[in-house]
């Protein structure tokens, strides 16, 4: 059985080793095959034994890639292209699937994993979606080290010309690029969702309900607001956004990981 090479990235102080420990946890419990998983990080304390660290690399084109985002307003972002440089993952074989942090496993990953190989795939973007734009959302994808070179490569030759482009968006990059190669593939909607699209609903039904867990959800994003901790304790800080204690989320990322690691890991 092939083994599935899953690799995330973290830098700065925004996200603790815990986010990378417990999304550990999640992918190996709900994939039915050996798991080899990679955090390419600067900051490698307190992370499981069993996570493979890569160092985060400074990229030679950094400084022109910061400079291009500043003028776009979005500084930190596009970092997760030193994933995609070629030989960044050590003795890659067939694809790697990359999750962003604030995510929790919910289900069944082998549908995602065994969507039909040689694209890069990524789940349709909320906004974009509803706006009628052909743009991937970047907390889920699944590339090929082998094949898809390009989009470091790209970057690196041209970055301010690349991060004007995609408007300074490391999701519209990605997916747009694939997509002018025919290389691109959606994830099925169902398969990943929005914790605040998809899962509180609207006033008044998010203030009277707690948020609900699709039947066919394998990933939750949570991205924008409640983070993660604001969701398992409660949210007020938004009339469209507040967000009743959530049970599903404390027993999918942190009640199973604790049990599935052990003692000491949060």
Known sequence: MQTATVACIKWGTAFGPEYVNRLYSGVRRN???????????ERAEGLHPDVEVIPL?????QDEMDHALARANRQGAMRKV???????????AGPVLGFDLDVVITGDLEPIWTLPPGKIAMRHDW??????????????F??????????????????????EIARGSEQRY?????????????????????FKYDCLGLPPVNWLRAPRL?????????????????????YSGSLIRRSKPCPWLREHWIERARADLGPGWP
């Open 127 to 140: 906004t974009e979606a509803r706006k009628g734009r052909p743009t991937g959302h970047g907390s889920v």
């Open 174 to 194: 990605t997916s747009h690029k694939a997509m002018e190669r025919g290389d691109f593939l959606y994830i099925p909607g169902d398969l990943v969702v929005s």
């Open 142 to 163: 699944r590339f090929d080290p082998a094949r898809h070179g390009y989009l470091y490569r790209d970057l690196a030759a041209n970055p301010s010309t690349e991060v």
């Open 214 to 234: 699709p039947e066919n959800a394998r990933v939750v994003c949570f991205h924008g607001r409640p983070k993660m901790p604001e969701a398992v304790e409660g």
């Open 57 to 61: 690399p400074r990229e030679p084109f």
């Open 82 to 92: 030193s994933l995609f440089r070629p030989g960044a993952i050590p003795d890659p």
């Open 31 to 41: 994939l039915a095959r050996p798991v080899r998983f990679l955090c390419m990080t």
